[in-house]
């Protein structure tokens, strides 16, 4: 990830789907889907590392 | 028996909700803040309740049912060490390995030279904090993770399946213990969601409090920054575990961002602008937050007395209950007060004593729940304890 890239990455975010997609083949069907999956799985990954820090 | 416990569940969130908007409900609530001590009541060892959290579950129930209380936390025994010797924590003395089994877990703080985040990292931090924390911090902290770049293990591996199953499985059995508390004792869970200020996290758990007091003085600049890339973070953290219902706050624990832990000018260019912004941001959500005052915050009243009127409840710990009426009583509704060591080591005729004085000195209007002033561990007496919960019963009727 560029530079750039981590600057921009918000609370809940570990791996930008943004970033996610371009290692992808052309997504055929529902795009918004995957999206939607893929970040609500990541966000448990960032979950994981702040309530370590935080709760543990 | 279910509609019983049902009602006297719906009459204790009222009472305690009502009192947390600094108003007046039908008698003074009480939530104690009971860790080790339930452990003690219902028979366990520390090393029990710390290990195995359905024993530590089951010891908070048994002490909401058999208590006349109101509200308390789910478990507040809170370190699951299941889940922290799966990652290989490197911070805890856990009970019946590092300290004996009737002694609680004890957070270890490296020294100044080992502290798990170096002087020059601070740009590192401040540019992908969740990457840091990952990349860096983690394998530090852990005996089972590797560093970033170095060959990878079977144990790293493991450590990242079995911490994030245990993980999820621990935050899971909390729906089931809020439930229960509700069903089996009428009690509520008394906060929801977690939260730390970013000075308190460089200190707790990255630089330690030693290495961020002298990074205060030679690069201020880095903390600062450091503090301000955390916020969105610690918001974010914050809200994702906040009460849906919005009737109970978010837990704030506070530690060494005060006087004399830092200089005044310390706490106000680094501790406070960096904690306040968040407080208001939850707050425009609808959300109380709980400033669990841990020590003495006094010297700081005027600056919490800035944030929006009903906003936080006030915990007191060693400061001044009187004072702290005073200066903020009519804004915050406050709750502690009640000496552990007098749970620990008095009469209960000192218990109910003091609980008296508290009462009439800053709880007439409202706006107080009886509470010890710090977490309540295997050290205080159940006679005290219960003194202190008959007593208010008795005496704190509006």
């Given amino acids: 990830m560029s530079e750039k890239e981590k600057q921009k990455l918000k609370p809940g975010v570990c791996i930008p789907w943004e970033q996610k997609k371009k290692e992808l083949p052309q997504i055929s069907g529902d795009e918004e889907l995957i999206k939607k999956v893929w970040e609500d799985i990541d966000a448990l990954g960032y979950l994981y590392i702040w309530q370590c820090l935080l709760s543990f | ?398």
């Fill in chain 2, 1 to 398: 028996m279910a509609k019983d416990m049902e009602k006297l569940y719906a009459e204790r969130l009222k009472r305690y909700v009502t009192a947390m908007r600094n108003e007046k409900p039908d008698r003074i609530p009480i939530r104690p803040f009971v860790a080790e001590f339930t452990a003690k009541y219902a028979g366990y060892t520390c090393q029990e309740v710390t290990h195995d959290f359905e024993k530590a579950f089951a010891a908070a129930r048994k002490c909401a049912a058999d208590f006349d209380w109101d509200a308390v936390v789910a478990n507040m025994v809170y370190v699951w060490t299941g889940l922290t010797q799966a990652i290989g924590m490197k911070y805890y003395a856990v009970p019946g390995i590092d300290v004996p089994p009737n002694t609680g877990f004890q957070y270890l703080e490296p020294p100044e030279e080992k502290a798990f985040m170096k002087p020059d990292e601070y740009d590192q931090l401040t540019e992908d904090p969740t990457g840091y924390l990952f990349n860096v911090w983690l394998p530090r902290v852990s005996a089972e993770v590797t560093a970033t770049g170095e060959p990878s293990t079977y144990r790293n591996n493991l450590s990242f399946v079995k911490g994030g199953m245990a993980m999820l499985s621990y935050f899971n059995a909390f729906g089931k213990q809020n439930e229960l508390l509700r069903s089996e004792c009428g009690t509520v869970s008394a906060i929801s969601g977690i939260l730390k200020a970013p000075f308190d996290i460089l200190a707790d758990k990255l630089r330690g409090y030693i290495g961020l007091t002298i990074d205060l003085f030679e690069r201020p600049d880095k903390v600062l920054a450091a503090c301000e890339a955390l916020m969105p973070h610690l918001t974010h953290v914050a809200l994702s575990g906040a009460d849906p219902d919005k009737n109970v706050p978010v837990g704030l624990w506070m530690h060494r961002g005060c006087v004399p832990f830092v200089s005044r000018e310390h706490f106000d260019k680094f501790y406070w602008p960096t904690l306040k912004p968040i407080i208001e941001e939850i707050w425009s959500h609808g959300h109380q937050v709980l400033f669990y005052a841990e020590g003495d915050w006094n010297a700081h009243l005027k600056s919490f007395a800035e944030l929006p009127d009903q906003s936080i409840v006030y915990h007191v710990d060693m400061a001044d209950i009187f004072e702290a009426h005073k200066a903020i009583g009519h804004k915050f509704c406050l709750s502690g007060g009640i000496p552990n060591f007098l749970l620990a080591y008095g009469t209960e005729e000192e218990v109910r004593d003091h609980c008296k004085k508290v009462i009439d000195g800053v709880a007439r209007d409202g706006g107080y729940i009886m509470d010890a002033s710090a977490i309540i561990q295997n050290d205080a007496k159940v006679e005290n304890v219960k003194a202190m919960t008959e007593f208010t019963r008795e005496y704190g009727v509006y």
